[in-house]
């Protein structure tokens, strides 16, 4: 079953979209948040990005880097 949400730690993040990505083959994923403030956004992209660098790493068939967060909308 895929979660509606997920939130945490980089680290919680890592560990509740990994298997995601593994078992269904996630070859994208699509972040919203409701922070108005453009340095704590930028800051929790930061933080998701790096929770997301390991499994792009890691996932098979990966040809793109992930996307550096100050490059995001």
Same mark, same amino acid.
């Given at each position: %079953?895929?979660? *509606?949400?997920? !939130?945490?730690?980089?680290?919680?993040?890592?560990?509740?979209?990994?298997?995601?990505?593994?078992?269904?083959?996630?070859?994208?994923? %699509?972040?919203?948040? %409701?922070?108005?403030? *453009?340095?704590?956004? !930028?800051? !929790?992209?930061?933080?998701?990005? +790096?929770?997301? +660098?390991?499994?792009?790493?890691?996932?098979?068939?990966?040809?793109?880097?992930?996307?550096?967060? !100050?490059? %995001?909308?």
């Amino acid at each position: %079953m895929i979660p *509606p949400q997920v !939130s945490g730690t980089p680290e919680s993040l890592r560990s509740q979209l990994e298997p995601l990505v593994r078992d269904i083959g996630a070859t994208e994923i %699509m972040v919203q948040d %409701m922070l108005t403030d *453009p340095g704590l956004r !930028s800051r !929790s992209r930061e933080l998701v990005a +790096a929770a997301l +660098a390991p499994i792009v790493a890691g996932a098979a068939g990966a040809h793109q880097p992930p996307i550096h967060p !100050s490059k %995001m909308p």
